[in-house]
């Protein structure tokens, strides 16, 4: 794509400004749009369904309704990204449901890998800190606590599913679920306070 | 400040509640408790801050080359006039549809969803929209308007009772309604109690245990 791309400056664009760019039908903002946010939503995709082809439906499925509802985004009500990975994750979620899929072993995911959500380069510093505490405190939670967290949070689980899959009391899995967000809210509180 | 008792538990079910996985009844004894209680609902909106922070550890993965072509070249940009909603408009669309099931039956799936834009390019994407059935041969088809209504097309499926039903955008499932197909392709529509920016994804359950959906 040759000639002057307005949405590749050197500064870079809001998300307010893109989404304002693709309400009047602005298909570089749509471009620009798609590709700052397409490892994210891929990836998240991938990482709940685990097979390319559907996540890819996903993820194109996630865009279109971002654009749909491009004119009506409110920014008060939370950032860009964290709509798109709502709308990705309930997706890629009611997709696993209807296949009646299990799954994956959560202490498989890649989450907790050394390169996993690491910040890319135009994420901004605020943000990098947020997924570093995060990840720190997912990974000194005990291994059931991260297990019941990240099968709610990334499958969709109700306490109930996870207490079958588990073999434990409903009680103590929803115990689990809270000490977990809990310790996750916290870490975030740590970083906010100073 | 002594804190309600209802608070007690509504904290305990505050997590289930913002990962989306607490169910229905005791989720609308919470949100109700939430619209009155101003402690509960800062203590929602900090729990949301690390479920959706949770979201953004999953790894960032490039998909295939040519994606976001593919997604913007799928996007209808919105037209600014205003399609009049009448009743010789609905007769229009109803023919359109019509000529479109005529015309997409046989088509390959991926040749489907691009007939599906251009058909919706056609009378202008934000009143008709049209998804392709997941887990069955057929389409779904949707329409906004007063009132707003879908239609289902069966190309080939299992012979029986089919149940329909809603997913609307805040996760809530509602009964639409069964048909039978005793030959394929068998069609079923009816009105949708709710405006069809609110619809999330058609299920449909099918006579032989199976299911399908479409999602919008």
Redesign the interface.
Known sequence: MGGFEPYRAVWSPSDEALLAGL?????QA??AF??RY???V???A???VGD?AL??EI???T??KA?QHA?TFDPRR?KV??WL??VA???AI??LR?RRALPTDPETL??L?A????P?PEEAPV?AD??EA??RA?AGLPAEQRRA?VL???Y?????EIAELEGAPLGTI?TR??T???K??S???VRHGG | MVAEPFCERAR?A???L??????GDERAAVLKHLGSCPACRAEAA??S????????????????VG??????G??R??RQRRWGVSLVAAAVLAALLAAAVVWIVGAPDRDLARSYRRTLAAVDGRYFTAAPL??IDGAAYAYSGEPSWVFVVVRSGPAGTYRCSA?TAD?TTVGLGSFEVSRSPGHWGTVLPFDVHEL??LRLELPDGG???A?F
Request: hydrophobic residues 50%.
């Open positions: 309400s009047s039908g602005d298909a749509a471009t798609v590709r397409q490892a994210r891929f990836g998240l991938l990482t709940i390319r996540a890819e993820a194109q499925e865009f279109l654009f004119a939370g990204v964290t990975l709502s994750r309930n997706s009611d997709a209807l890649s989450l890998r390169s996993a959500g690491e890319g943000q947020e997924i995060l990840k997912l967290l709610a949070a990334f969709g689980r109700t306490g109930r929803k679920i809270r977990a967000l809990i996750l809210r870490a975030l509180e | 305990a505050l997590p289930e913002v990962l989306g996985v607490l169910g900090a729990l801050e690390a479920a959706d922070g949770l979201m953004l550890l999953a790894p960032e993965i490039e998909p295939p994606f976001e072509a593919r997604v913007v799928a996007w940009a919105p997941r887990g997913l996760g999330a994804m299911s399908a959906s999602s």
